[in-house]
């Protein structure tokens, strides 16, 4: 197999905006509230479809079905694709939240995966806050409190993000991107989530959205206590460092200035360009990956060439 690009599904939500355009390129219809872009997906309906090479018009899930062996390399088989990678335009604040682990959701009717997730901060305005995990001291009761007061925000733990950091939010942690954010995501192929306040906001019905605030109250991990940016982990290869490892995946960021190989693991790689462009040895498209634009590189690509002309930014996300 090789490189496969494939067509993003937008996503949108009253609290999103138009940076997936002005800050990604993204080209994107009429309307203020382009929420998120889902770059590659397999959940459900949601299906992302190849558009370059022999495979175009393909959807994720018929080459887990039909490839599954040459996609995933050592982790076959697996009945569908297990990640999911994302840019979210946070406009206004996003609510109030938690996702279940693997166990809970699996109980959902009908059944899901937990979601483990991670963020990149891709751009900030002054004064933008990320809310993750809980203020030492709040346990359930104490958090039930405030909830039914409408202070929920009261035990946020909170900070200023800068351009680059890397946010871990595993299962099990409430937390909130605020307003002025765009930030890329990489998670479990899930979208099951728990709403424990929306910040008393109305959509465009002039109803609240729905809460699931005993949902969430059942799902919060009450041992997370206040979650702060990762420290990035350096590597055997200069040009790579670590920011995430979990159980669930991997997340290393790139930063190219001549030519690199990624690959050649027997697993798949999820590419992402965050600055610059490059070009992919074997990629039917023959044209350049530029900001805001994924790749999927199946194991059985092998190591792969990338070649950049200046300097250049990549997310690479892959399970362990």
Known sequence: MYPLRFQPIFRRYLWGGRRLETVLGKT?????????????????????????????????RELVESHGKELFGRHYPLKTFPLLFKFLDAHRNLSVQVHPDDSSAAKLVPPDLGKTEAWVILHAEPGSLVYAGLKRGFDRAALEREVNRGTTELCLHRFKPQVGDCISIPAGTVHALGEGLVVAEIQQASDTTFRLFDWNRVASNGKPRPLHIEQALQTINYDYGPVEPQVSQSSHNKSVERLVSCDKFNLDRWRLRAAESIGGDDRFHIL????????????????????GQTVLVPASAGLVSIQSASDSVLLDAYLP
Do not use: F
Request: with cysteine; net charge negative; hydrophobic share 30%.
């Open 272 to 291: 992402t360009v965050l600055d610059g462009k490059v070009r992919m040895a074997n990629d039917p498209s023959r044209e350049a990956i530029c900001k």
């Open 28 to 60: 994107l219809g009429d309307g203020d509230d382009y929420a998120e872009s889902w770059e590659i997906v397999d959940h459900g309906d949601d299906q992302s479809v190849v558009t370059n090479g022999s495979l175009i018009g393909k959807t994720l």
